[in-house]
């Protein structure tokens, strides 16, 4: 029978119960860390929990807390902050999609904006006290996207939510430098995680699957290159490819072209905006 280690380090991994989340959990755990699971209440994240505590050893604890929800949120980092110190935050919880703005509902609007710019900022700065250490060092982890770094017609509020944690991250990185806590933005290009992003990237054409990389391997490289330090974590030869080609060209053509990608997939499903990446 394997027993936890009561004095490893601690990382806090949200939207971890599927997706590149749970890759985050798993490699996490390889790496010795316990861990604190958040997901949506209802998903898997007590059973993929009690998983990962039986395969590799880690003490687990699990919350289902809706991150859209600003009490949750401060009931979850006050449990945090309660249980010590904090080594790793990983602000991976994240949806968008596409469709045209005039048919986007604002229910959706919003829920973009809520999960990925309002809850990263309220999470990390409720957990500034779990993350400050006198003596060490810990890491911040924002998934943002490829997506940051281009405005794209047809996901509106997505690039521009994504593009907001970059700016967020660096802002951070460089207050925080003489404060033990070093922030990375993670640029995932696109994943095939569930079955409507899936869709939607294949529908992309050319560019889209070149760039496409699985959750493992993305995993892998963006907590390598944290750890070490990186503050821009851009996973994948395509993806490299793909940013430095983006700073070569004019902006104009840039958001031209990917705007034709992404309007040549909504032609053919004629969706409204789906709740995905
Ligand atoms: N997929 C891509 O191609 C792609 C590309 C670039 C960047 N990204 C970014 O990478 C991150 C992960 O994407 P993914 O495709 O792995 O996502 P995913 O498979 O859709 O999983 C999303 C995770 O977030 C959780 N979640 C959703 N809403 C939540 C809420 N209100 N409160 C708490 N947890 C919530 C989900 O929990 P439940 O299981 O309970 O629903 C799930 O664990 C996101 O930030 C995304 O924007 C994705």
């Known amino acids: 029978m394997k027993t936890t280690n009561q004095t490893a380090k601690k990382a806090l991994i949200t939207g971890a119960s599927k997706g590149l989340g749970k890759e985050f959990a798993i490699q996490a755990a390889k790496r010795g860390y316990n861990l604190f699971l958040v997901a949506l209440p ?17 003490r687990v604890t699990s919350y289902e807390s809706d991150l859209t929800d600003f009490a949750q949120i401060k009931e979850l980092a006050s449990k945090i902050n309660e249980s010590g110190n904090l080594d790793l935050l990983i602000n991976n919880a994240g949806c968008g999609g596409s469709g045209e703005f005039e048919k986007s509902t604002l229910d959706y609007i919003d829920l973009v904006l809520n999960l990925n710019v309002k809850a990263t900022a309220l999470l990390t700065r409720l957990l500034i006290p779990a993350l400050k250490k006198p003596n060490g060092r810990s890491h911040v982890l924002n998934i943002s996207s490829m997506a940051a ?16 944690l970059l700016s967020f991250t660096l802002g951070l990185r460089q207050e925080f430098k003489n404060a033990g806590i070093i922030f990375s933005s993670v640029h995932p290009g696109p994943m095939l995680t569930n079955s409507d992003t899936s869709r939607r990237i294949i529908q992309q054409g050319f560019m889209a699957r070149f760039c496409t990389l699985n959750t493992p391997e993305i995993a892998a490289i963006s907590l390598n290159s944290a750890l070490k330090g990186k503050a821009v974590i851009i996973p994948g030869f ?3 490819c793909l940013y430095h ?6 902006s104009e053509w840039v958001l031209g072209l ?14 409204t905006p789906q709740f995905a990446f």
């Not at 770094?149 to 907001?164: C, E, L, Q, R």
């Not at 990917?258 to 004629?270: A, D, G, L, N």
């Open 42 to 58: 209802n998903s898997n994240v007590h059973r993929l929990g009690k998983e990962i505590e039986d395969s590799y050893g880690v």
């Open 245 to 250: 080609l983006m700073k070569q060209l004019p």
């Open 258 to 271: 990917v705007t034709r990608s992404v309007q040549k997939e909504i032609s053919m499903y004629q969706t």
């Open 238 to 240: 395509g993806n490299h």
């Open 149 to 164: 770094f281009s405005p794209i017609g047809y996901k509106h509020v997505y690039p521009a939510s994504k593009a907001f």
